[in-house]
Nanobody
């Protein structure tokens, strides 16, 4: 069994910053890619940022230059630094890990950008 615990969401004003964390534990033998995804009300879940085990990254066009994904392999943790936040970034953010045994999702953390 694998558990993903997300933290760092909350309410922030436009232009502000937040840092999300997602720690994986349990029967993890090898994590390949780790990613952050988000789902706004009435919209489909979308990929925000992804990082491979080698450290290669890719981002949604809407967050390039503002968000940075990173990972600590020793801690099985992935981070998302979000700067210059906009109201349209408001969503539930989910982490996802791809392992040799399967794909796992976190429970989601709410990010609200509002003045």
């Amino acid at each position: 069994q694998v558990q993903l615990v997300e933290s760092g969401g909350g309410l922030v004003q436009p232009g502000g910053s937040l840092r999300l964390s997602c720690a994986a534990s349990g029967r993890i033998f090898s994590i390949n890619a780790m990613s952050w995804n988000r789902q706004a009300p009435g919209k489909q879940r979308e990929l925000v940022a992804r990082i491979t085990s080698a450290g290669s990254t890719n981002y949604a066009d809407s967050v390039k230059g503002r968000f940075t994904i990173s990972r600590d392999n020793a801690k099985n943790t992935v981070y998302l630094q979000m700067n210059s936040l906009k109201p349209e970034d408001t969503a539930v953010y989910y982490c996802k890990i791809d392992t040799v045994l399967g794909v796992y999702w976190g429970q989601g953390t709410q990010v609200t950008v509002s003045s």
